[in-house]
């Protein structure tokens, strides 16, 4: 199993960036897909996750309105597209999969990716 992130970076406050995630090794339109977050010296959170089929997403109240999540089962692919990007928004971004809905209160994240770096500063 592999999951590959990529699209971080630098970015003013206010800009914007897309990130992906490649997924190999297993049935990729099976799985709940969602992207994580994880800041110097704080724990990682769920930022957003998306179901098997892409007909349902929820975020993290800190990132609603302003990230969204979809997914191209052809590819095996998830994306994180983020906007309006503060400084708070840094940190260690990692897609993980996990095989049954668990939502924003009780996710079970099965395989994790390397992570991809964001960094919000002027």
């Known amino acids: 199993v592999q999951l590959v992130e990529s699209g971080g970076g630098l970015v003013q406050p206010g800009g914007s960036l897309r990130l992906s995630c490649a997924a190999s090794?297993?049935?990729?339109?099976?799985?709940?897909m969602s992207w994580y977050r994880q800041a110097p010296g704080k724990a990682r959170e769920l930022v957003a996750t998306?179901?098997?089929?892409?007909?349902?997403?929820e975020y993290a109240d800190s990132m609603e309105g302003r990230f969204t999540i979809w997914r191209d089962n052809a590819k095996n692919t998830v994306y994180l597209e983020m906007n309006n990007l503060k400084p708070e928004d840094t940190a260690v971004y990692y897609c993980?999969?996990?095989?049954?809905?668990?939502?924003?209160?009780?996710?079970?994240?099965?395989?994790w990716g390397q992570g991809t770096q964001v960094t919000v500063s002027s």
């Open positions: 993980a999969a996990e095989r049954y809905y668990g939502g924003l209160e009780n996710p079970s994240p099965e395989y």
């Open positions: 090794g297993f049935t990729f339109s099976s799985y709940v």
């Open positions: 998306i179901t098997a089929s892409g007909g349902f997403t």
